[in-house]
């Protein structure tokens, strides 16, 4: 597992910000540096205590046990740009300093591989830019901004209910302030099997307690609400690189609001005849 989240953080600064421009201008300014100690100034000794800190950081941070979400890491976005722009200008201000021409090779080199990785990165997040300003123009909705409302609409005081529900039990909780049971881990489960709740909701994605939830929708009648809404496992996702095959998890930022293809994978409710 550790090797594993080493592998998902350097995946994440690879792909979604600017670690090869940022290992591209670290080489220059060491192999243009070295031979000149004089040239060292207090900034070269700031950027390269400040990339052993990341390098350190990625380590430690592997050692949670659980999977490395973007959250853990984002801290470490500030400090890998303040590396490239200091070893970016260093590198300009020794070959200028160096070599008068000022359009020389030497000194265009490090411009053109700068403008060229950092163009490389952008082209290679296109859609997800183009995502986040399609949702900063269109309301996203997950499920839960369809079942909730719903609840709202069709119970006069939601703070009588009994909620039935797997997954973000804690939302039902904090908008409807209803009892909510079962729940994500089942603290109470032989307990919570001998109440009757007036509304199930049921997020299929995530199959745990199925035989309590079937159970409980064979005790009573229900009626069966379906929502124009895709049944994601989650209502939305913050990570943009958590597609992982090999642990059969595919879970990643929606920019829109997803439809179901076919009814059958549809969000549903279930109320209390």
Not at 60 to 67: M, Y
Not at 211 to 216: E, P, R, V
Request: with cysteine.
């Amino acid at each position: 597992m550790y090797w594993f989240n080493v592998g998902v953080v350097f995946r994440y600064f690879k792909d979604l910000e600017f670690l090869w421009l940022a290992i591209a201008m670290k080489l220059m300014s060491v192999i243009m540096l070295k031979k000149n100690i004089s040239e060292r100034s207090p900034l070269f000794k700031v950027s390269n205590f400040l990339s052993l800190f990341f390098i350190v950081s990625i380590f430690c941070i592997a050692k949670i046990p659980n999977f490395i979400y973007t959250r853990y890491v984002i801290f470490l976005h500030p400090i890998l740009v303040i590396i490239i722009i200091i070893d970016f200008f260093m590198v300009l201000n020794y070959v200028y300093n160096n070599n008068l021409k000022f359009l020389k090779f030497k000194l265009m080199a490090p411009a053109v591989i700068f403008l060229g990785l950092f163009c490389f990165t952008i082209i290679g997040n296109v859609e997800n830019i183009q995502g986040h300003l399609l949702e900063m123009n269109n309301r996203y909705k997950g499920p839960l901004d369809f079942t909730i409302p719903f609840i709202q609409e069709n119970f006069k005081n939601t703070e009588n209910l009994v909620i039935a529900a797997n997954y973000e039990e804690t939302s039902y909780m904090y908008y409807l302030k209803s009892k909510v049971i079962i729940g994500y881990v089942g603290n109470n489960l032989q307990e919570d099997f001998q109440v009757t709740p007036q509304v199930i909701a049921y997020r299929i994605p995530w199959r745990n307690h199925l035989n309590i939830f079937s159970q409980m929708l064979n005790r009573v009648p229900y009626y069966n609400y379906t929502f124009p809404v895709y049944d994601y496992q989650v209502n939305n996702y913050a990570e943009l690189n958590y597609n992982f095959p090999e642990f059969n998890f595919y879970m990643n930022h929606q920019f829109v609001t997803r439809l179901p293809a076919d009814p059958m994978f549809a969000t549903e409710l279930f109320i209390k005849r």
